[in-house]
């Protein structure tokens, strides 16, 4: 079970944007995450008239990596870790460390 998931409003722990807060638009399987409006970086990209598209420089979201983001716990206003418990039914549910209060029942 993957602590970080897509949808998830996480908040930037450490990097550049340190603070920012922003939803995961996709999780790779190396470890790395795209977050909605964070590690915004510059790509310049060549014209293809085949396709009809034009050149420039596009900002696009980079990957981070998992361990610079923390989910956020919406109740305190702050970072949480994210742990893993069983409930009696045997499901497995996401929790925050902080406050023991369930993610979400999926």
Known sequence: MRKIRKGDDVIVIAGKDKGKRGNVLNVLDNGRVFVDGVNIVKKHTKANPNKGETG???????????????????????????GIKTLEDGKRVRIYKTSGEVVDLN
Do not use: P
């Open 56 to 82: 420039g420089i596009v900002e696009q979201e980079a990957a981070l990596d998992v361990s610079n983001i923390a989910l956020y716990d919406a109740a305190s206003g702050k970072a949480s870790r994210v």
